[in-house]
């Protein structure tokens, strides 16, 4: 018997004995994957898809579209409309909320193509998405993206890379699902993935290291002292360049993710957005047992004021984050908490 498809496995409570996923959510998530089905199959076009440069737009954050970028946005747009159970979305491709069905009881939050700047090297993308129910009715407003991260129903991935995985939690765990090439749909391939809590792995971009505040870079520095350094213990660097990508080898293996905030004026507050990218990440971290924070604070606790906020973003094996948890809130009682945190005035009681 092949294993179950992605719609069967969230709509049949036998499957594993599972609580059984809203019908709605089911609904959401299956749409979801349809986007992720169609770009991945324009990304196998590669450079014979026609018009494949940058697009000359600059998005909301100062990047160079690329043309995968306006698709990928347009298909994950095509079918959260083609749905019914969305009533707006938001994406990293859009500075405005974009409305849907008035009716519909979720909202999504997606980056549609994470890690753009890979495309040019084949190198791995990504999609990635969170999925919160509504407390209201009638058309969407900005403000209902602004809830705390704990409130997702639903969050995942899609990484292109030699094949199509979706990596997907509504709750009880996060779940593998891969694309079957020959049918076009997404078929259970692992259950209830573990991030160890321990590693010898982490990703960070080292180019950085000047900008760096304190507790960044002591820990860094303490895994490149290796087994001779206070950790005692050899560390190897990993960095993909695409977060989604980066958070598959986590989910897979263990490790340690940092972006930061760091003393470049457009980096005070991180990289990384909070409503369709940290979030997502957070919930599913969680889900396998590992942590997320901004560096002290739980990031699924956080309530951003924008929806594009960005923020610092620490994830992974639990005994890591915790150790970089420590760094920072030794760092600020003993006020030497860099030089971004306190300018951006976001300082936040650890969790
Ligand atoms: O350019 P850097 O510093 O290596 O940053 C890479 C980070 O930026 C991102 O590519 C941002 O995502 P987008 O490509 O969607 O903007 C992350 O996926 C990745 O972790
Ligand atoms: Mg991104
Ligand atoms: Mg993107």
């Known amino acids: 018997m092949s294993s179950p498809s992605l719609s069967e496995f969230l709509t049949q409570p036998e499957v594993a004995g599972r609580p059984r996923t809203s019908s709605a959510t089911a609904a959401g998530v299956v749409a979801v994957s349809q986007a992720c089905r169609a770009v991945a199959g324009q990304l196998g076009f590669g450079a014979l898809r026609p018009g494949d440069a940058p697009v000359g737009e600059v998005n909301v954050h100062g990047e160079q579209q690329q043309a995968l970028d306006v698709l990928a946005h347009g298909l994950f747009v095509e079918a959260a409309e083609g749905c019914s159970q969305f009533a707006g979305v938001l994406s990293e491709e859009s500075e405005e909320v974009i409305s849907a069905d008035p009716a519909g009881t979720l909202l999504l939050a997606f980056d549609p193509l994470d890690g753009s700047s890979n495309l040019e090297i084949n190198g791995p993308v990504g999609s990635i998405f969170s999925i919160v129910e509504r407390t209201r009715t009638g058309p ?69 290291s000047r900008f760096w505040e304190p507790p960044v870079a002591r820990y ?37 993710f940092l972006y930061p905030r760091d003393d470049r004026p457009a980096y005070r507050e991180g990289r990384l957005r909070i409503a369709y990218e940290a979030n997502p990440i957070a919930f599913l971290v969680e889900q396998a047992g590992g942590l997320a924070t901004d560096g002290s604070t739980r990031i699924l606790s956080l309530t951003p004021t924008t929806v594009h906020e960005r923020v610092p973003l620490v994830f992974g094996s639990s005994e890591e984050v915790a150790l970089i948890s420590e760094y920072h809130c030794e760092a600020s009682r003993s006020g030497s908490a860099g030089a971004a945190q306190q300018a951006n005035g976001r300082s936040r009681e650890p969790s």
């Not at 002292?225 to 977060?243: C, L």
Request: glycine fraction near 12%; aromatic fraction near 8%; charge should be neutral.
């Open 140 to 208: 969407v407003t900005a403000e209902e993206f602004l809830g705390v991260g704990t409130s997702q129903v639903a969050a995942g991935y899609a990484l292109y890379g030699s094949h199509t995985v979706l990596m997907i939690s509504v709750g009880d765990g996060v779940h593998a699902f891969t694309l079957d090439p020959a049918t076009g749909q997404f078929r259970l391939s692992g259950s209830k993935v573990r991030i160890p809590a321990a590693t010898q792995e982490y990703a960070i971009n080292a180019a950085n």
């Open 220 to 256: 860094v520095a303490e895994c490149c002292a290796g087994a001779t350094g206070p950790r005692g213990k050899d560390f190897n660097t990993r960095w993909i360049a695409a977060v989604v990508s980066d958070t598959h080898r986590i989910l897979t293996r263990g490790g340690v």
